[in-house]
């Protein structure tokens, strides 16, 4: 059984830094393409990056520069830094795992696996 959680989720002020987590069972990560999304209140749920099995990454252009997203073989793990957040980050974050063959993707449509989200608060 596939199972996904997310970790590292907080409040903090405009300007700060939290580091997601998202630590796998039954699955190996680096086998998968992977993704972090976000449903703000009342928003649809969006995608904010992503990272293929050879590491390439994209990002929601609103995220570039401020968020980095990683993967842990060794750990099995993925991670999404975000820096210099802002109050529109706020939402609830969620990791996810789609099959290698649809390639970098911010469509959550391609997901297959999914964890229950982290929310992130970020006041102004």
């Known amino acids: 059984q596939v199972q996904l959680l997310e970790a590292g989720g907080g409040s903090v002020q405009a300007g700060g830094s939290l580091r997601l987590s998202c630590g796998a069972s039954?699955?190996?990560?680096?086998?998968?393409?992977m993704g972090w999304f976000r449903q703000g209140p009342g928003q649809e749920r969006e995608g904010v990056a992503t990272?293929?099995?050879?590491?390439?990454?994209s990002y929601r252009n609103s995220v570039k520069g401020r968020f980095t997203i990683s993967l842990d073989n060794t750990k099995n793990t993925l991670y999404l830094q975000m820096d210099s957040l802002k109050a529109e980050d706020t939402a609830t974050y969620y990791c996810?795992?789609?099959?290698?063959?649809?390639?970098?993707?911010?469509?959550?449509?391609?997901?297959?696996?999914w964890g229950q989200g982290t929310q992130v608060t970020v006041s102004s």
């Open positions: 996810a795992a789609a099959f290698s063959r649809w390639g970098l993707s911010l469509t959550q449509a391609q997901y297959t696996y």
């Open positions: 039954g699955v190996t990560l680096r086998d998968y393409v």
């Open positions: 990272i293929d099995t050879v590491g390439s990454r």
